[in-house]
């Protein structure tokens, strides 16, 4: 029987509603019509306040930002879904990625997302948000996901195209997260006949 599946969403969004959190929402979503028992965090940054801005090292945060980042660090999942602030991921969220320890992100599955106020924001995810996972020997998905404001209508997702590549993304880490058989999507996918060419809101715990 296997344990668990551990699924860590990590937002770092000071507002409320947030795009950025109704991204990871749907992804959310995804997960749990995939993984019957994925057990799913969630961590704010925002919400980890001076237990987390007044940190130096490691051994300057309050017990709730340890507990938020040891989540992060025992992950079987991380979800990133950012907001973009001018150019880049919020300072914030780049403080809390500093004080995590590097070792427990080897080979970790990550899903990347981020939200913008226009496309022009798209290449923020591959030119700044995936180095900084790949410097931490993470597997972040191939297939990330960005939405703009325009693609929301409160905390509904307007596009289509935005839940298919959440799906893309999830096959990416299929094996990685259950390396000793297949999701129920991949199962689904392969009782499918072949046919020729002619013939919300998910809960969780929330650690900030």
Do not use: C, W
Request: hydrophobic share 40%; proline share 8%; glycine share 6%.
């Amino acid at each position: 029987m296997n344990s668990p599946l551990k699924v860590v969403v990590l937002s770092a969004s000071p507002n409320t509603p947030s795009t950025s959190v109704t991204l990871a929402d749907y992804a959310v979503a995804a997960l749990r019509r995939r993984y019957d028992d994925a057990d799913v965090t969630r961590v704010d940054v925002y919400h980890l306040g001076p237990g987390l801005t007044s940190a130096v090292t490691r051994t300057d945060v309050d017990a709730a930002t340890e507990k938020a980042l040891e989540a992060v660090e025992d992950s079987d999942l991380l979800v990133v879904s950012v907001p973009t602030y001018r150019g880049s991921y919020p300072g914030m969220f780049k403080h809390f990625m500093d004080i995590v320890r590097q070792r427990p992100f080897d080979r970790k599955p990550v899903l990347l997302m981020a939200t913008g106020g226009s496309p022009r924001h798209m290449l923020m995810i591959d030119h700044v948000l995936r180095p900084l996972f790949v410097f931490l020997h993470a597997y972040t998905a191939p297939t990330a996901v960005f939405a703009t404001s325009a693609d929301f209508d409160g905390g509904r997702v307007l596009d289509p195209a935005i839940p298919q590549r959440i799906d893309r993304a999830l096959d990416d880490l299929a094996s990685l997260l259950r390396p000793n058989g297949t999701d129920r999507h991949a199962a689904d996918e392969a009782k499918e006949p072949v046919r020729t060419s002619d013939g919300g809101h998910p809960s969780g715990r929330s650690l900030a």
